[in-house]
């Protein structure tokens, strides 16, 4: 990248002397002159002013080029020295000089402000900064900073020492950089902190050149290194000079540099490339001003005036020099907004189209995306897309109406003609449109209307939502009229599309689907179908058609929420890959449960339309089919009624799911229905088995399983009604299952231990019991009831000899039993005794004598007659130990029970007990011993001394502590003045924080 970016022109020639420092002030160049040209440090030194031959028209303090500039004024004898360096300050009308001592003058008059002696004569470098008013000065190895205060005299604000003489710094925030033999140095100007950067070089002294951002570009030979305010490096941030510079000044966009033999340009962007080559010999000095560089020869001044930015962009359009020309365009004035975006767009377009044709499809759309032409003129690029029908007027025909931008869009426009009839002058197709129609510039389109796509569909539907408010409106004023709004459709391709954003996402969207189904990217195409979409329907379904992009189809179908029509062809396509095995593919891709994966979303908007069309895997996925209606909560009611109607076979394999998945949630009526199912089919089994002869309790088929497993672990089933339809000979665990939903326990047991004999069964039903009780007390003791079955077994078998009423009316007067029994009659007690209902009035935790309710006498007595279950009782004792009150069943037990047969039942009862006792003694005495344990350690730490006498001293400051106040550090040994702790403390904070500042 090479152009002309300046203009060399001689403003001042033929200097008498030699020139040591340059300057501009309003216009006007301030030149100091050596009269001895500089060979003799004693000699005098003036200022002459030199300004331009023709005053500003516009008033302003910029250096133009109308002619050689003429001397205006001559100041003689102004410095007794030659000055080391000259500084104007603009914003405040100041000449800033370092000749002998560094010097304050009023500008443009000259008159002296004010004159630091003392602290900087003999100094040899200084940095000013402009925006505070900050002045720093190295004067041998030391560093003053001093701030102008009111514009009349220098302050002194910080001075600190150096390592070695200052060679050249600048102001970078608030730290200033220093240039120290050969190394670099960031010391902050209010702490003095110093910290290393890095060495300047084996060859030229350190270079230190401020940027506007406030960044740094630090010389390491003939590399500029770019780095922070604090001296960390900036990534890919340097500039390689052809020659060692000696000095650099910025002029944004560039950076300017003394060469030995020429002035050399270089662009301050990545990778920095050389721009220009001024060949100037012998520069004494480069000066940055507001709009141009000052180039000092020994007695000239040269002015590096930079050339107008537009016509840098046409040079560098011109040679191709795309990314330059868009930096340059930044640059352009605010106030030519219009402008810039213009030429900006033009030269997008010219980079992109450039490429294109080189390939670079990816980062030719991104030129086209920042072009902000229209969508519809990077289509006509690729003839393979098919668009709908619009009237859309491209961004690019919008800015021929706007006379201000004819001239900058002329070039665009001639730029996409020529595209245009290069794309349509022929039917045949080129070698290079079959390049552009490549795989890579398709995979490039996606990327660029995926881009494009969010802004376009958020426009769209925000036109949509403001229709429907305005349609909303529009009704509501035309209640009135005689005739009908017409009734809005649901599906997406006969929404009214007549609005250009909205044509625009149609567009955008078919044309995305199609280069997503050309590049082989069918699942991009499914995932711009699931969302918002515009896509238009009868382009895009022939289009998936054609290519028998089915899935694609699918989807395209289900947007439109055109679902009859797409299950249609998912039911088609199915069978098409039942009858064609061979395909081993097209039978993988498309099998029945697709079908169910479409009509999952369905379940909860159109649940009748579900179970219509899912007839076809109901029969042949049933399982699947039902897990589907359960999973999507589809209607319990409506799917019990038509699997009745349609597969009654399904009807309880539906319910056994449901109350699988879950049990509480279900409708009891459903609940009622599966077990009735279970127990109609149960019953049928059982007489069949009872006419053959081979019925026995223990005789278990599948179905009757399912019944007593759905009896113990539901209860939303009609009790009464299901003990109604029991036999009273037969399926006792059913009848027992049934009586414990009802809390008549004795019944239980009864049938378990006596009809069923089962005593593990009735022991784990104790166990079902008590567990579920365990969180609240209960009034009776279910262990109790099963010892009193074993050791009264004449009660329980006189029970089922009676003959019994229906449960339904039994389990009704229970309650009128229980009341007349409240009263004390007769009549109550022998109700009880025969149904049981009352079980026995027992407190597990109480004292009385162990008598069952209902029964007077003891059990011994009542047991006449009948043999007892002695064995299964005490044995009932050794499991259950924990959970019986022992004192209530020894008085249960019979008379002559043998000591050594209770064994394993007092054992473990008396061992736990006695370990319980253990156990609690020793916690009392580990507390006590860990109360006396912080007694005494409270006692040791109330007795620790101090002892402070005439000879003890602070172990900071190592002077006598006397009668001061003092502290003692923790470790009871170190002595202090208080006043010395705070102020370690202090010196302590301060060290953290700028520690924290260094990171």
């Known amino acids: 990248m090479v152009h002309s970016a300046y203009d060399a022109v001689e403003l001042v020639a033929d200097v008498p002397g030699h020139i040591e420092a340059v300057a501009s002030h309003a216009g006007k160049l301030l030149v100091a002159v050596s009269d001895t040209e500089g060979f003799l440090w004693g000699s005098d030194c003036s200022l002459r002013i030199y300004s331009a031959p023709s005053p500003s028209s516009d008033g302003g303090g910029e250096i133009r080029w109308d002619g050689p500039y003429a001397l205006e004024r001559q100041e003689p004898r102004f410095w007794r020295r030659p000055p080391l360096a000259m500084e104007v300050s603009t914003s405040r009308d100041l000449l800033i ?4 001592w560094v010097a304050l003058h009023r500008l443009p008059g000259l008159e002296t402000v004010a004159v630091v002696s003392s602290k900087t004569k003999g100094a040899n470098v200084f940095a000013w900064d402009e925006r505070r008013g900050f002045l720093a000065v190295g004067r041998q190895k030391r560093l003053t900073v001093f701030r102008l205060d009111s514009g009349r005299e220098f302050v002194e604000v910080k001075e600190f020492g150096v390592p070695d003489i200052l060679k050249s710094m600048a102001w970078c925030g608030d730290n200033i950089c220093l240039g120290i033999r050969r190394e670099y140095m960031i010391i902050n100007s209010m702490t003095g902190a110093l910290t290393e950067v890095f060495s300047s070089g084996r060859i030229a002294p350190p270079l230190v050149v401020p940027l506007p951002t406030g960044e740094l570009i630090l010389g390491k030979d003939n590399i500029g290194v770019f780095v922070d305010q604090n001296g960390k490096l900036i990534q890919d941030g340097r500039i390689i000079w052809s ?47 507001d709009n141009c560089i000052l180039a000092a020869l020994s007695n000239s001044v040269h002015g590096l005036l930079p050339v107008p930015i537009g016509a840098q962009i046409v040079q560098l359009t011109a040679s191709g020099e795309f990314d330059e020309a868009l930096a340059l365009c930044k640059l352009l004035p605010p106030e030519d907004s219009n402008l810039r975006a213009a030429k900006e767009s033009s030269i997008h377009i010219r980079y992109g189209h450039f490429l294109f044709d080189s390939g670079s499809y990816e980062e030719a759309m991104e030129q086209f995306s920042d072009s902000h032409v229209d969508i519809t003129y990077v289509l006509s690029l690729y003839p393979s897309i098919v668009l709908p029908q619009t009237n859309i007027i491209g961004e690019h025909d919008k800015l021929l109406d706007m006379p201000e ?29 079959v390049k552009k129609m490549s795989h890579n510039a398709l995979a490039a389109l996606v990327k660029y209307l995926q881009k494009k796509r969010s802004g376009i569909i958020e426009r769209a539907t925000a036109e949509v939502t403001e229709e429907v408010v305005s349609g909303a409106v529009h009704h509501s004023l035309k209640l009135s009229e005689p005739y009908k709004p017409k009734k809005l ?37 499914i995932e711009l179908l699931k969302g918002l979409n515009y896509c238009d329907l009868k382009i895009c379904e022939e289009f998936l058609k054609e290519r028998s992009e089915y899935m694609v189809l699918l989807e395209l179908y289900k947007s439109n929420e055109m679902h009859r029509e797409a299950l249609r062809l998912l039911n088609q396509l199915v069978e098409e890959s039942k ?42 996925n049933p399982s699947e089919t039902i897990q589907l209606f359960l999973s999507e909560n589809v209607p319990a009611d409506l799917v019990n009624s038509y699997l009745k109607q349609h597969a009654p076979n399904l009807q309880s394999t539906y319910l056994e799911l449901m109350l699988s998945m879950n049990d509480t949630g279900i409708n009891p009526n459903l609940q009622n229905e599966l077990v009735q ?25 599948p179905t009757r399983k399912k019944l007593i497993s759905t009896l113990e672990s539901n209860s939303g089933y009609n009790t009464d009604l299901l003990l109604k339809r029991l036999p009273q000979d037969a399926l006792f665990e059913e009848r027992a299952i049934l009586y414990g939903k009802i809390n008549q326990h004795l019944r239980a047991l009864s049938l378990y231990v006596h009809k069923l004999q089962m005593p593990d069964r009735a022991v784990a039903y104790c166990d079902r019991v008590y567990e579920e009780r365990e969180q609240q007390p209960s009034k009776s003791n279910i262990y109790f009831n099963l010892l009193q079955i074993y050791l009264n077994p004449r009660k329980a078998e006189k029970e089922f000899e009676q003959k019994i009423i229906p449960v339904a009316s039994q389990y009704s007067g229970i309650q009128k039993a229980s009341a007349t029994k409240l009263k004390g009659g007769r009549i109550g007690k022998k109700v009880v005794e025969i149904e049981g209902a009352d079980d026995i009035r027992f407190s597990p935790s109480g004292t009385d004598s162990g008598r069952s309710d209902g029964d007077g006498d003891d059990v011994n007595d009542v047991n006449d007659g009948g043999p007892i279950m002695l064995n299964e009782a005490l044995e009932l004792l050794s499991q259950r130990w924990d959970r019986i009150n022992g004192a209530q069943a020894l008085r249960l037990l019979p008379r002559d029970t043998k000591l050594q047969d209770l064994v394993s039942f007092l054992e473990p009862l008396l ?68 006043v010395c702790f705070k102020e370690s403390q ?13 990171r």
């Open 97 to 100: 000089s370092l000749s002998e």
């Open 243 to 289: 020659d060692t510079p000696a000095s650099v000044v910025i002029h944004r966009p560039y950076a300017v540099a003394r060469l030995p033999r020429h002035v050399e340009i270089r662009s301050l962007r990545a990778p920095n490339a050389l721009v220009q080559t001024v060949v100037l010999r012998d520069v004494q000095k480069l000066v940055q001003t």
């Open 405 to 433: 931008l004819a001239r900058e869009s002329s070039d665009v426009t001639d730029e996409m003609e020529s595209y245009s009839l290069q794309l349509h002058e022929s039917d045949d197709k080129s070698p290079l449109e």
């Open 489 to 525: 459709s649901k599906k997406r391709a006969q929404t009214h599309t007549s609005s250009i954003a909205r044509e625009m996402a149609t567009v955008l969207d078919t044309s995305l689907l199609q280069a997503l189904i050309l590049t082989g990217q069918s699942s991009g195409a």
């Open 579 to 620: 009858s064609e095995m061979e395909n081993t593919d097209f039978n993988k891709k498309f099998n029945p449960q697709m079908i169910l994966e479409y009509l999952r979303p369905l379940c909860r908007s159109d649940p009748m339309l579900v179970l219509e069309s899912s007839l076809y895997v109901l029969e042949r």
């Open 677 to 701: 199912l279970y127990l109609s089919e149960v019953l049928d089994w059982y007489k069949i088995l009872k006419e053959e002869g081979n019925w026995t309790e223990r005789t278990y088929s």
């Open 911 to 978: 061992r736990n007990s006695s370990e319980h006792r253990r156990n609690y003694l020793v916690i009392k005495n580990l507390i006590f011993r860990a109360n006396l344990q912080v007694k005494e350690d409270l006692y040791k730490r109330c007795q620790a001394v101090v002892k402070i006498d005439g000879d003890s001293t602070c172990s900071l400051c190592h002077k006598r502590v006397a009668n001061s106040a003092f502290a003692i550090y923790p470790n009871g040994q170190t002595l202090v003045h208080f």
């Open 986 to 998: 202090q010196i302590k904070a301060v060290r953290g924080a700028n520690s924290v500042k260094r």
